[in-house]
């Protein structure tokens, strides 16, 4: 992946990503970026077209010039494109879902804020086994946000989600045959749209011939077929509601 951001800030702060106090700052100021930093080959998995992950997340908060540095331990990467800032818990600040990948058990979608971690999915449980997002948002409607994500989009082509709820994320809903992400490709295709009032998850089928919209009612997942599989530009057009 591209080496993402440059650390020019005239103050610091670094936390080691275990439980920790934080900054009364970072949870009452408004979120202004969240990027990679500190390359890495230390994880050579190589998922996203090379070899090169991050070791750090880096926080901006509105109001200050100072820059919170989340580093992982050696044996974490973040293996993602870009960090997703996102108000899940609905206090009206955004926190950051990333993709970080372990040395033994693989990835997980993990939420932090400028204090730490806030939740995490189980990792997948083997090394060299990854994830990629497709939505955070409410997708049944029900004032709680949902984390969807195909479970290994190359294997097991698994659809996910989970819920946020009282500071705790749970296993929602399940759905086999779906993909969103090819070996080498640096992008994630798809994500989620508004085209008829209800949110509705923009996925590839898993042998990648038809595109799939996956709505969720709060229980059931159900996929519509809505055309064929051409190019990045299909899932573009059906994001655009065309």
Sequence with gaps: ???????????????????AAGTAQARQTPLLSATY?????????????????HG????????????????????????????????????????VVVVESHQTQGARLAIYNGAGLVAATPYI????????????????????????YIDRPHLAKTLRVWRFADGQLTSVAALEGMTNHRIGERDIAGGVRLCAGAPEMIVARADWQR?????????????????????????AKALACD
């Excluded at 993602?80 to 009206?92: I, L, S």
């Excluded at 086994?129 to 997708?139: G, K």
């Design 1 to 19: 992946m591209l080496m993402r951001g440059v650390i020019t800030a005239a103050s610091v702060l670094f936390l080691a990503l275990l439980p």
């Design 37 to 53: 930093a500190e390359p890495t080959m230390r994880y050579p998995h190589g998922v996203l077209g090379d070899t090169i992950e």
């Design 56 to 95: 750090a997340l880096v926080l901006s908060y509105e109001g200050t010039d100072d820059r919170i540095v989340l580093r992982l331990p050696d044996d974490r990467v973040f293996e993602d494109t870009e960090p997703r800032m996102v108000d899940v818990d609905g206090d009206g600040q955004r926190e």
């Design 125 to 148: 449980g083997q090394r060299n086994r990854w994830l990629a997002p497709v939505a955070v948002a409410d997708l049944d409607g029900d004032g709680f946000v949902e984390l969807a």
């Design 211 to 235: 595109l799939m919209a996956v709505s969720f009612d709060g229980k059931t997942l159900t996929a519509r077929d809505i055309g064929p599989h051409k190019d990045r530009r299909s899932f």
